[in-house]
């Protein structure tokens, strides 16, 4: 039988960053490997696939930019044309993965396989996970039952969704979880489960996508502010000040809008798109107190205020302040 050509994107992370030694778990180093390294120390991937590597960026993934995700989305939906293609992963830090993985979810126009992994422990740590999380993410991406499932996230033999995942944990091999919804799936050895998948719109019937001749600068610029009590508004004022296109608040339980940040942005002459999200960190973020909804906050639902930054900002640069639509689109995304 023919084996599954897959590319391997390599964009840095822990999966590529080495220690002194083997019982070094932090402060390592990104220089020296990359994605083509990882690939030569896994030879049971040649049994699984035809693999092509691809380094496109080596970076810890607190530094990646939208220009970055702009470059992903064209590469992988021009990679996607080509039918000896049967799928991609893209090795990835750990710490914005999800981000990553929500924007191409929402940009990609691919029903092929999407995998995006990495590892907690470097390369070079006792029990490094990356080399598992690499053979489990070029399984998941040579299996027919990963096409038209959304862009995916494969660490820790599950699989999660890219609208619901989340890193939970700083250090642990078992970060990754979708607090409101649960994995989609695990992979045990050879063995694939699928459990479930999401209803969201995403990759070809997401209504967003990126063109070659897209140029980031020209985004909208959509801002986190993080409640906390003791609040005194005074980020927000700064914030407004500054005139970004939207606010995400990522507020306390439902999203509750503390009164000083209400009077901030009701005195403001800068009216941004507002929406409010939850530093929970699971549970729908639901419409609120009515005079939120009278200053035209949106609720979040069950997105995390770093989704919902993506959301907006990609809705705004589509179809600009249309209120009525970004609530709509914060309804069904
Ligand atoms: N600092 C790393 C990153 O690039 C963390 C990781 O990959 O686990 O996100």
């Not at 890193?167 to 699928?194: A, M, R, W």
Request: with cysteine; charged share 20%; aromatic share 4%.
């Amino acid at each position: 039988m023919t084996k599954p050509h897959i590319v391997i994107i390599g964009t840095g992370g822990t999966i590529v960053s080495s220690g002194a030694s083997g019982a070094q778990m932090t402060g390592y180093s990104i220089q020296g490997l990359d994605v083509r390294s990882i690939i030569s120390a896994v030879p049971a991937l040649a049994e699984i696939a035809n693999i092509d590597a691809l380094p496109l960026l080596n970076i810890g993934s607190s530094n990646i930019k939208l220009s970055d995700w702009l470059k992903l989305t064209c590469t992988i939906n021009k990679l996607a044309e080509d039918p000896k293609i049967h799928g991609f992963v893209i090795t990835h830090g750990t710490d914005t993965m999800e981000e990553t993985a929500f924007f191409l979810n929402l940009t990609l126009k691919t029903e092929k396989p999407v995998v995006l992994t990495g590892s907690m422990r470097p390369a070079t740590a006792i029990s490094a996970d990356g080399p598992l999380n690499l053979l489990n993410a070029v399984r998941l991406a040579s299996s027919k039952q990963a096409w038209n499932k959304g862009v995916l996230v494969s660490l820790n033999g599950q699989i999660h969704g890219a609208r619901d995942v989340s890193k939970t944990n700083t250090v642990s091999v078992e970060t990754f979880c979708s607090p409101s919804s649960g994995p989609l799936g695990y992979i045990i050895g050879e063995e694939i489960d699928f459990l479930t998948q999401s209803v969201k719109p995403h990759t070809l019937s997401s209504k967003f996508h990126i063109s070659e001749n897209f140029k980031a600068e020209d985004f909208p610029r959509v801002e986190i502010i993080l409640s906390h009590a003791d609040e005194d508004g005074h980020q927000l004022e700064r914030c407004l000040a500054s005139k970004p296109d939207g606010i995400v608040l990522e507020l306390t339980g439902n999203s509750t809008v503390p009164a000083v940040a209400e009077k901030v942005l009701k005195d403001s002459e800068h009216q941004p798109a507002v929406v409010r999200a939850s530093r929970t960190g699971s549970g729908p973020v639901t419409k609120g107190k009515a005079e939120w909804q009278e200053m035209q906050m949106i609720p979040g639902g069950t997105l995390s205020a770093q989704k919902c930054r993506i959301l907006l900002q990609l809705a705004l640069h589509r179809f600009g302040r249309n209120q009525k639509l970004l609530e709509k689109i914060f309804q069904t995304y």
